[in-house]
């Protein structure tokens, strides 16, 4: 008896990441390279896709992105009751990879704490801008291509790890990330 499913976009990216699990094959790649980044912003909302405007921190959290205008704002928001039951980790993970447009953590901040998943920094309009970066709880692995394509970086990218200039050969260079 031969068995025959339609699988719908969701479902199939369901499953595949099920069989990666399973398999210990190769990280799975972002569903949605090109899907547009909705970010909750001073009660708003900011496509990150086509920019930051005013935010200078933005963390993506399981429950979704939040952005802030000034790190006080982002400190303030965490410290909250509503702001720490978002950035809670679905896994292993009790800090996330923090990414800085500048040397010495300075510029604009990215903060991931999404797992098991290739984060094309394109969509959060971070592509080639990191500068100093510090690693959380998970290591990470940096690649120059989109889903984990090209180059991978060679520095520090241990749990821990707090690195305040990337270097010559790599600033400005990193277009995605996975965190173990």
């Known amino acids: 008896m031969k068995w025959l499913f339609r699988l719908g976009p969701v479902t199939a990216v369901v499953l595949s990441a099920m069989l990666v699990g399973f398999t210990g094959s190769v990280p799975l790649a972002s569903a949605a390279p ?52 978002l950035v809670q980790p679905l896994t292993s993970c009790s800090s996330s990879l923090k990414l800085y447009e500048n040397i010495n953590y300075g510029g604009d901040e990215l903060i991931l704490s999404t797992t098991l998943l290739w984060i094309n920094l394109s969509a959060y309009s971070f592509a080639d801008e ?35 200039w990337i270097g010559a050969a790599w600033n400005d260079r990193v277009q995605s990330v996975y965190i173990n």
């Open 34 to 85: 090109n899907a547009p980044i909705i970010a909750s912003y001073n009660g708003g909302t900011l496509n990150l896709s086509q920019g930051w405007g005013s935010a200078t921190v933005c963390d993506v959290t399981g429950a979704g992105t939040y952005c802030f205008a000034s790190q006080a704002a982002y400190e303030a928001w965490q410290s909250s009751a509503t702001g720490q039951s």
């Open 130 to 164: 990191a500068s100093s970066y510090q690693v959380g709880a998970c290591s990470i692995i940096m690649t120059d291509g989109t889903n984990g394509s090209g180059n991978v970086y060679p520095g520090a990218t241990s749990a821990g790890s707090d690195v305040s």
